[in-house]
């Protein structure tokens, strides 16, 4: 009876004893907390503060008025967006070309990581893997500048075209090879760096399966197919669900530079739309921030549907 009277009603004792060993245990690990504060502080501030302006999304905004003093019109602007025929072709080629680069690009770092897992030889190995990562870190602003050089008309490809009498080809103003170049691109800037990740899954498997199965006579090739892959494929089916969930987005820097007003009818994504409308026509960020919330929502739907898709087929999904 003094027990439960000291607890008082509804248990509370209890999720006081609670509380207060959650604040030992942080004031036990108070430097690794210290550590983390300066992440934490960043992420609320550049993360969900800026949440507030979502509101635009519902509001009519007036300059003079500021976000909060605009006034609200409801769902006026996600109407506004609907009837858009322009919004309706972006929306459209975003999931093709997002869909097109799911199916095609997926597999290559899987592929690249299972390669340089068989090379032998560190030395090669790790040439191999600074190589294939070092276009991650250049800016697709020089990638563009590249591609033009060696694709333009009087480019590097089309002069040596010229140089042996064959025809030149107008690759850059192409709307048929657009998309191609699109996917080869990233292809090449992104498959060494996603096969990082990967290559961190591996070194992680108990190699006394690789050793057991020596002794039982597998080949290589067979130890990658029953051994690799299977350790790695919960990795691989969170990388595929992170993926489905950016399907709204096209990646702005690639497309914004590599296209031209040539290619304007296939080349105009989401995110290109977006910086149109709020750009490059009369300001209206109303607008555009309803079609950057609708593209947002869309996506987390998308990343839902992947997750649960994965656990109903026995895969590990993002969420328990």
């Known amino acids: 009876m003094k027990s ?15 509380l207060g060993s959650l604040f030992i245990e942080i004031w036990k690990h108070r430097m690794v907390y210290t550590l983390l504060l300066p992440g934490l502080i960043w992420l609320v501030l550049f993360a969900y503060l800026p949440m507030g302006g979502l509101s635009l999304a519902f509001k009519e905004y007036k300059a003079n008025l500021g976000i909060w003093g605009s006034p609200w019109v409801g769902l006026e602007n996600f109407k506004y967006v609907f009837r858009d025929p322009a919004f309706l072709d972006s929306l459209w080629r975003t999931l093709y070309i997002n869909i097109v680069k799911l199916v095609i690009q997926f597999p290559f770092p899987i592929l690249l990581a299972l390669m340089l897992n068989e090379l032998r030889m560190r030395r090669a190995k790790k040439w191999f893997q600074t190589v294939l990562t070092f276009p991650h870190f250049l800016s697709w602003i020089i990638v563009s500048g590249v591609v033009i050089n060696v694709l333009a008309y009087d480019g590097l490809l089309n002069s040596t075209l010229m140089m042996f009498g064959l025809p030149t080809i107008n690759f850059l103003g192409s709307e048929s090879m657009f998309v191609p170049m699109i996917i080869f691109t990233d292809i090449w800037k992104s498959t060494g760096w996603g096969a990082i990740i990967y290559l961190a899954a591996i070194s992680g498997i108990d190699q006394d399966q690789y050793e057991s199965a020596e002794i039982d006579g597998a080949s290589r ?6 051994i690799t892959l299977p350790n790695i494929l919960p990795t691989v089916t969170i990388m595929f669900i992170l993926s489905v969930g950016g399907l709204m987005s096209s990646g702005f820097d690639q497309i ?41 929502l869309v996506n987390m739907a ?17 969420f328990r």
């Open 4 to 18: 439960a009277a000291l607890e008082g009603p509804g248990g509370n004792g209890k999720g006081r004893s609670k």
């Open 256 to 296: 914004f530079n590599l296209a031209n007003a040539a290619t304007k009818n296939v080349s105009e994504v989401l995110d290109v739309y977006i910086y149109r409308i709020t750009f490059q026509s009369a300001t209206d960020f109303s607008f555009s921030t309803a079609v950057s919330l609708f593209r947002s």
């Open 221 to 226: 090739m067979q130890q990658m197919f029953r």
């Open 302 to 318: 998308l990343l839902l549907l992947a997750d649960r898709v994965a656990k109903m087929m026995g895969g590990d999904g993002l």
